[in-house]
């Protein structure tokens, strides 16, 4: 004890100035979102540690606490009491899945911490939640991304296979929910267990349906992979669509070039930072963060990844404008975030959006030649 | 004057509960603890149908789920109180393992954890693809209970935590004193003659389908009780507490502590709740650790850990 308390002293004496500004995060790191909650937490320790180097936040250490919950919502909330009570972290950011995050934002809103999440659906935000903000896309906005694209093709009749999965699950009701306004009916509406290992028997009744002009599945994970190759197999030659939820390189990999060929998605500039316009106001952003996750990692960047990005962005530009570490003041700096490039999309938040995006941050990407196109 | 092994269990429990927050560094460990209660009040139901009537089941988890979406659903859909739909989702328990215990634990041998793993994955998968009731895998939000309010009123002005820490803890107390009642009445009893030998049982004139039954019944209300307490104090619940591997977490906590004791379930409960808490730092390898400790429990504690050291105290006192 008396070791103890002396290097305490120590240290205390040693580093008197730097004060620590401590950012809690509970990633589904492990577990069956880890797909998501891998390169997140890699993008978060990535940044910390850059930031650090480049002499931190108002001139004080970023010290980030992040805890693994394994996709479980019972974890999640354990691990966001622990960030709020034990280790006094100023905000949070994570909540890899829809339900860890609403465990995350019943800790965090009660004890008036800010908090970023990093899952899709739109019940997080709607109601907006004075604490609560979040950085990806929202399954509704998906699907209306990808309705608009099917009636500019004029497409109006249409085949859904979705997964049984939160995310299949929650974009196949709010596509249903969307459809009419885009004048599309849906006329076969299938579904799948992302364990399976084989849709041919969904896909045959929705080849068989009078009148489908294109097929869409919602779902993340190896099940859109195995519907893009059964597709391919049963010869349906409709336009596929798939969702933003399979936008990495690792779903061509998967589903193979050939395959995939032709396959549409709404996706972030992250996939083709390539093919960005010069003048592209998220060309910089999307460059410097894939230059770096690239060089760090020695994996392509994805999607998710770029979602924890924004929301350090997002966090780390609010803490500056506040000029103080204050869960009050960054909250209320969050919320005057206005025009802030990120690798999703450019965030303007308001007291009624606590998402910050419109439809133009998605941009329909076509694959070709197992390479991500833009679609004009 | 001696002390019961019962009241010894029980004054030790009490004391623990009221005292530990004494220690606490900070108000997260409110939360460790409440989560060490839920889990041990479900343990002490495995203690009673495992360790008493030597029935395994697999699929506990899944009244766990009914316990727990009974708090979700009934005040949302039926406008029925938080309070009153822990009752019901106990209700609806134990008149589901009644129905699939019945026919079930006639036969001798392990056709009840077929069963009931059976049963658990259809709860599990009915919460999961019903969505227009419990709203799918994303999770549902669940009431609140309203009891932190009126002791608030009443002057008792608690936090969160700690309002969760003590109200579990009183159930626990209460779940495990009715254990340990039942234990020495004459149900108990012939729970263990059937568990020591199930033809010696029936010979001398024991109904054991029936005292399966029981058991099996009693500890489903536990399962569900505990799921609606987790619902309840979380506000928010997904079909992952009726998962197959909730289950399994059941059983591992009452093996490691002791299956025939509600000591060692609540001492199980409260190793594997608390090894993940602080296991963070090598989180990798949480896994690894949990595994290793239950090799070692099952190699030198053979009947679990608090039953194996009472008996070595017990041994070197002679």
Known sequence: ?376 | MRLTPKSATLLALVVLIALAPVFFPSGFYYRVGALIFVNALAVTGIVILTGWAGQISLGHAGFAGIGAYACALAPVHWGIHPALAVLLGAAVSAVLAWLVGRPILRLKGYYLAVASLGMGILISMVLNNERELTRGPDGIEVPELGLRAVLKDAGLDLSNGQFWYFFCGIVLILGAWLALNLRDSATGRALRALHGSEVAARTVGMDVAKLKLQAFVISAVYASVSGSLLALQNKFITPDVAGFMHSVEMVTMAVLGGVGSVAGAIFGAAVLTLLPQVLTVFAEYEQLVLGLVMVLVMIFLREGVVPSILRKIRGSGE
């Open chain 1, 1 to 376: 004890m008396k070791t103890f308390l002396t290097t305490t002293a120590l240290v205390a004496l040693a580093l008197p100035a730097m004060a620590e500004i401590k950012i809690g995060a509970s990633i589904s790191a492990t577990g069956p979102a880890a797909f998501l909650g891998d390169p997140e937490l890699k993008t978060l320790e990535m940044l910390v540690e850059d930031l650090n180097a480049k002499g931190g936040l108002n001139g004080e250490e970023v010290v980030l606490v992040a805890y693994d919950d394994n996709g479980d919502p019972n974890k999640a909330r354990t691990f966001a009491t622990r960030l709020v009570e034990d280790d006094e972290v100023v905000a949070i950011i994570g909540g890899t899945t829809t339900g860890t995050t609403m465990s995350i934002l019943a800790v965090t809103e009660d004890a008036e911490i800010p908090f970023i999440s990093l899952a899709g659906a739109i019940d997080i935000i709607q109601p907006v939640k004075p604490f609560t903000f979040k950085t990806p896309h929202t399954d509704r906005m998906a699907c209306q991304k990808i309705f608009e694209d099917m009636q500019k093709n004029g497409i109006s009749k249409i085949g859904m296979i979705s997964g049984t999965d939160g995310f299949g699950a929650s974009m196949q009701a709010q596509c249903k929910e969307v459809a009419p306004d885009y004048a599309i009916e849906i006329i076969a509406d299938e579904t799948y267990d992302p364990k399976d290992a084989d849709m041919t028997a969904q896909l045959t009744k929705i080849k068989g349906t009078e009148g489908v002009q294109a097929i869409l599945n919602p779902g993340f994970g190896q099940g859109p992979s195995i519907v893009t190759r059964n597709v391919k197999q049963l010869a349906i030659d409709l336009p596929f669509y798939q969702s933003h939820g399979v936008a990495s390189d690792g779903f061509i990999e998967l589903a193979g070039a050939d395959a995939s060929e032709g396959v549409r998605l709404p996706g972030t500039a992250l996939l083709v930072a390539d093919l960005l316009a010069a003048d592209d106001p998220q060309k910089p952003v999307v460059d410097a963060y894939k230059a770096m996750f690239e060089e760090k990692t020695g994996t392509p960047v994805g999607t998710f990844g770029g979602y924890a990005h924004d929301a350090f962005l997002i966090m780390t530009d609010a803490i500056t404008r506040a000029g103080s570490a204050e869960p009050a003041a960054i909250r209320d700096a969050i919320e005057a975030t206005s025009g802030l490039a990120g690798t999703t999309g450019i965030y303007t938040f308001t007291p009624e959006d606590h998402l910050g995006l419109d439809l133009s941050a998605f941009r329909m990407l076509e694959i070709q030649g197992g390479k991500w196109t833009l679609v004009q």
